[in-house]
């Protein structure tokens, strides 16, 4: 069954120590992410690497599925919105250009290199779908007036897509270049689905 990260999402704590004792613990998991599987991981190790007390980690979470939630939640919704944003526009309109996208992935390379090619890649990239998926359903995804492409289909093919080229980009290093795959993204995925015209293909 599909996890749903952002069901085991919880209230931010408003207490100076418990705020770092979390700040602690997510940083500890995303560095051991870049070393180990998620289901690999346990909660004794991820305490050790975060400094914290065994109890204090069931102070915060229940499981650390719902540490995951806690990391990664806020900032798929983030990217999502950001991604939407290039799916749900004309080409010929002003607005966030992919280029963009690429360079606020790259400001955070820390963070999104170990998520997106890491450990709990397969969870995180299941929840990217799963909330675009949601968005669909709800009807807050694209916002479509040519009849060629399916709205939830255009939104579902191009948030993966796009997770997809990211992923690949990451698992580059340094050698990968934004200017590249801003050009990748726009021309395999983001300029099919917002072209203008509608696309006729005939069926032999």
């Given at each position: 069954m599909e996890k749903n990260l952002t069901a085991l999402k919880q209230e931010a704590p408003t207490d100076a120590r418990q705020v770092r004792s979390?700040?602690?613990l997510n940083a500890a998991l995303l560095d051991l992410l870049a070393q180990r599987t998620f289901d690999e991981l346990t909660i004794r190790e991820i305490t050790?690497?975060?400094?914290?007390?065994?109890?204090?980690?069931?102070?915060?979470?229940?499981?650390?599925?719902?540490?995951?939630?806690?990391?990664?939640?806020?900032?798929?919704d983030e990217l999502l919105t950001r991604t939407l944003a290039l799916l749900?526009?004309?080409?010929?309109s002003d607005g966030p250009s992919v280029r963009e996208l690429c360079a606020w992935v790259a400001g955070d390379r820390t963070f999104?290199?170990?998520?997106?090619?890491?450990?709990?890649?397969?969870?995180?990239?299941?929840?990217?779908?799963?909330?675009?998926r949601?968005?669909?359903a709800a009807g807050h995804g694209l916002h479509r007036e040519d009849t060629w492409?399916?709205?939830?289909?255009?939104l579902v093919h191009g948030v993966s897509s796009v997770i997809g080229v990211l992923t690949w980009w990451?698992?580059?290093?340094?050698?990968?270049?934004?200017?590249?795959?801003?050009m990748i993204l726009d021309r395999m995925v983001i300029a099919p689905i917002t072209q203008d015209a509608a696309v006729e293909t005939t069926l032999s």
């Amino acid at each position: 069954m599909e996890k749903n990260l952002t069901a085991l999402k919880q209230e931010a704590p408003t207490d100076a120590r418990q705020v770092r004792s979390r700040k602690a613990l997510n940083a500890a998991l995303l560095d051991l992410l870049a070393q180990r599987t998620f289901d690999e991981l346990t909660i004794r190790e991820i305490t050790a690497r975060a400094g914290t007390g065994y109890a204090t980690f069931f102070r915060h979470f229940s499981t650390k599925e719902a540490l995951l939630s806690d990391l990664v939640v806020d900032p798929i919704d983030e990217l999502l919105t950001r991604t939407l944003a290039l799916l749900d526009r004309p080409r010929s309109s002003d607005g966030p250009s992919v280029r963009e996208l690429c360079a606020w992935v790259a400001g955070d390379r820390t963070f999104w290199a170990p998520l997106l090619t890491g450990g709990a890649a397969g969870l995180v990239r299941s929840e990217f779908l799963r909330q675009a998926r949601e968005r669909a359903a709800a009807g807050h995804g694209l916002h479509r007036e040519d009849t060629w492409l399916p709205a939830d289909l255009a939104l579902v093919h191009g948030v993966s897509s796009v997770i997809g080229v990211l992923t690949w980009w990451l698992r580059q290093g340094e050698d990968g270049s934004l200017e590249q795959v801003a050009m990748i993204l726009d021309r395999m995925v983001i300029a099919p689905i917002t072209q203008d015209a509608a696309v006729e293909t005939t069926l032999s």
